[in-house]
Nanobody, 127 residues
Framework: QVQLVESGGGSVQAGGSLRLSCAAS????????LGWFRQAPGKEREGVAT????????YYADSVKGRFTISRDDVKNTLFLQMNNLKSEDTAMYYC????????????????????WGQGTQVTVSS
């Protein structure tokens, strides 16, 4: 049984930092491209960052480029998202997703619809 569990969310003031983690189990981790997505109240879910199965390719939404960094630890089967210089518009529920590496380029965000998903962790940024 595949399980993805996010952690690290919380409340922070604008300009602050948080580091999200997503621990995976029940899948061959190295065969999966991974991603972070977020959904704010009243808005559609959006892709934040994705990383290839080898870790050598990454994608970032324009809104987070230069502030967020995605990384993976295939020994610990854990995905990370380092978020710096947080803004109020980053407030959302953050989800991690794991998708087979064979389902296309990592910036094809629609391909994550059929991915495995975690339950989410809330990030709240106050200005």
């Amino acid at each position: 049984q595949v399980q993805l569990v996010e952690s690290g969310g919380g409340s922070v003031q604008a300009g602050g930092s948080l580091r999200l983690s997503c621990a995976a189990s029940g899948l061959r981790y190295s065969s999966y491209s991974l991603g972070w997505f977020r959904q704010a109240p009243g808005k559609e879910r959006e892709g934040v960052a994705t990383i290839s199965s080898t870790g050598d390719s990454t994608y970032y939404a324009d809104s987070v480029k230069g502030r967020f960094t995605i990384s993976r630890d295939d020994v610990k089967n854990t995905l990370f998202l380092q978020m710096n210089n947080l803004k109020s518009e980053d407030t959302a529920m953050y989800y991690c997703a794991a998708r087979s590496k064979w389902e296309g380029p990592i910036d094809d965000l629609a391909s994550y619809e059929s991915a495995y998903w975690g339950q989410g962790t809330q990030v709240t940024v106050s200005s």
